[in-house]
């Protein structure tokens, strides 16, 4: 077994649900060491909470410049090798981009940036560090996931027609009916979240699954927004339609409002020969449709699935595998990244995937704004 990478945390302390994924998630496959954190912005917070997740606290740094400049006083055996950025949206930028100046590896949560001049130069600084920089569109890390990109590579679908993806959540409904809530929750605040609340926490996950399937990218969009309330800056539902291809169209619905849904993500993709069909809760079922046969049920773990779906699944067939180990695959890539080992592309998205995602939702915005047209993405 290689050495462990040692790891860095941004964020993620208290009682952050996403802070418990990317823990489990590099834990998982025996890859990571955590060895230096800024868990909180208070440093008796970050050591409290070290001590609770039982991590040493010699290298809890009461802020990110300190973690910086520390680390990069020790030797390369003993740094931090790759930082996981698991703040709020603002500092993702600033932080991965001193994290690659300085010669670190990044894995960020996304959105990558506030905007996408920022992409852009993010993705400069990137090339110049030479260093890997994995984005967490945790999605991609399912079997199923990947083995729809797999079999769509391989022509199964033929020539694809048609692109549906939808992400329905409704854990926004009672802060936005309340006024005092909208106007103090950072999701809802766009110095802190962005320009986007919908299309840039859930919506863009859908586009990124529609491209990372299809290998085609939108190159056109048609955005209209829901705000609910005057005094809200921020979408909380919208519908956009996109054009891949001259004869390749669909749709993403994005809603933080569907009241009643919990994480409904799902996309389907029609082609020539037939359609699939992926539901992000019931992740295990890749529905495979055709118009002259039975439909068929692709299942995690089966040797009929490609080699880049059974690197992911880590049970035999039959036992449920979910959204740790759907993060813990990307996290496996990155390893392997970082280690100069030999990887297929779709293992972890990148800093293009990063900079495609800032310019689907400023594009989304732009179009809204400018009443609902056409807008064409880089």
Not at 48 to 69: G, H, Q, V
Not at 358 to 371: L, R, Y
């Amino acid at each position: 077994m290689p050495k462990k990478i040692k790891l860095g945390i941004l964020g993620g302390g208290g009682d952050s649900l996403i802070g418990v994924l990317h823990r489990v998630a590099a834990h998982i496959n025996d890859n990571y060491e955590i060895v230096g954190a800024v868990f909180s912005p208070e440093l008796q917070e970050s050591i409290d909470f070290a001590k609770e997740i039982d991590i040493p606290t010699n290298r809890i740094y009461k802020d990110f410049d300190t973690l910086i400049e520390e680390e990069l006083k020790l030797s390369e055996d003993e740094r931090i090798q790759v930082c996981s950025v698991q703040t709020p949206n603002f500092l993702h930028f600033p932080m991965a981009k001193k994290l690659l100046d300085n010669g670190f590896h990044v894995i960020c949560e996304k959105p990558m940036t506030m905007n996408y001049a920022e992409a852009k130069e993010l993705e400069a600084a990137h090339q110049k560090s030479g260093k890997v920089f994995a984005l967490t569109h945790t999605y991609t890390g399912y079997p199923m996931v990947r083995q729809m990109r797999e079999m769509i590579k391989a022509g199964a679908l033929g020539r694809i027609h048609k692109v549906d993806a939808r992400y329905y959540q409704g854990w926004i409904n009672p802060i936005i009916h309340d006024k005092e809530k909208r106007s103090s929750v950072w999701r809802l605040d766009p110095t802190k979240a962005g320009i986007s609340s919908c299309m840039g926490d859930i919506g863009v996950h859908a586009f990124n699954l529609l491209e990372y399937t299809t290998g085609l990218q939108v190159k056109s969009l048609l955005c209209d927004f829901n705000y609910l309330y005057e005094d809200n800056q921020m979408d909380v539902d919208g519908t956009v339609l996109v054009r891949m291809d001259t004869h390749v169209k669909g749709v993403i619905r994005s809603s933080q409002v569907a009241t009643g849904e919990e994480n409904g993500l799902a996309i389907a993709i029609y082609g020539e020969k037939g359609a699939f069909r992926w539901e992000q809760e019931r992740p295990n079922f890749l529905y495979k449709m055709s118009d002259t046969e039975p439909t068929q049920i692709y299942k995690p773990g089966h040797a009929y699935n490609s080699a880049l779906s059974l690197a992911g699944t880590k049970l035999p067939p039959g036992h449920p595998e979910g959204i740790f180990d759907s993060m813990a695959n990307i996290y496996l890539g990155a390893a392997k990244a970082i280690r100069g080992e030999k990887y297929n592309d779709g293992e972890f998205p990148t800093m293009t995937d990063g900079v495609r995602g800032m310019n689907f939702i400023e594009s989304t915005v732009a179009s809204h704004k400018q009443g609902n047209v056409w807008i064409t993405l880089d």
